[in-house]
């Protein structure tokens, strides 16, 4: 089975960096993309990015370039998403999801979310 | 990259159709088939329900259906039930090659 498991709530300050992470499991890593989408409480999805394990290339949507950094770790089945500097508005709900393979523009399964606090 | 256009809820009774659209630009929905449609029920992930304009996953009721027409795409929900509920949001690949969701559309049943 395909799974997705994202790492647990966080609590953070202001000026604070996070790093969560989205582990996979049931298929080859390296060979399918992983984006992430934020949900801002009250708000709908935004796509943020997407990275594809087996070279690293990774692709932002204007609106987060600059502003996040996805990485991956084929050796642990593991993409990330960092900030460097927290902001309030960073508040929200962070998804993982799988994109189908070559040719699919869709995503599949899901993450169950991560939920980032930035409160002084 | 604007979000693609969706009202913001829809509701019906049991039993009854609704349609929910999602309007684009040239850049996405009308450059591609590859919009897709997610259920998202609060506290869960989200579910893919359509792909590429009109594709059921495995798994997912014949009740639910897409179709796209110039920049418009448009999901169908017939036969309504309680279970339906939910957030809906549709996404589309765009020619930056990167990918937008909509602005959601909650559903209700009444």
């Known amino acids: 089975e395909v799974q997705l498991v994202q790492s647990g709530p966080e609590v953070k300050k202001p000026e604070e960096s996070l790093k969560i992470s989205c582990k996979a499991s049931?298929?080859?890593?390296?060979?399918?993309?992983i984006g992430w989408m934020r949900q801002m409480p009250g708000r709908g999805l935004e796509w943020m990015g997407i990275?594809?394990?087996?070279?690293?290339?990774?692709r932002y949507s204007p609106s987060f370039q600059g502003q996040v950094t996805i990485s991956a770790d084929k050796s642990i089945s593991t993409a990330y998403l960092q900030w460097s500097s927290l902001k309030a508005s960073d508040t929200a709900m962070y998804y993982c999801?799988?994109?189908?393979?070559?040719?699919?523009?869709?995503?599949?399964?899901w993450g169950q979310g991560t939920l980032v606090t930035v409160s002084s | 990259q604007s979000a693609l256009t969706q009202p913001a809820s829809v509701s019906g009774s049991p039993g009854q159709s609704i349609t929910i659209s999602c309007t684009g630009t040239?850049?996405?929905?009308?450059?591609?088939?590859?919009v897709s449609w997610y259920q998202h029920h609060p506290g869960k992930a989200p579910k893919l329900m359509i792909c590429d304009v009109t594709k059921r996953p495995s798994g997912v009721s014949n009740r639910f259906s897409g179709s796209k027409s110039g920049n418009t795409a448009s999901l169908t929900i017939s036969g309504l039930q309680a279970e339906d509920e939910a957030d809906y949001y549709c996404?589309?690949?765009?020619?930056?090659?990167?990918?937008?969701f909509g602005t959601g559309t909650k559903v209700t049943v009444l």
């Open positions: 040239s850049s996405d929905v009308g450059d591609y088939n590859y």
């Open positions: 999801a799988r994109r189908g393979g070559y040719g699919d523009y869709w995503f599949d399964p």
């Open positions: 049931g298929y080859s890593f390296s060979s399918y993309w």
């Open positions: 990275i594809y394990p087996g070279d690293s290339d990774t």
């Open positions: 996404s589309s690949y765009t020619s930056s090659s990167t990918f937008v």
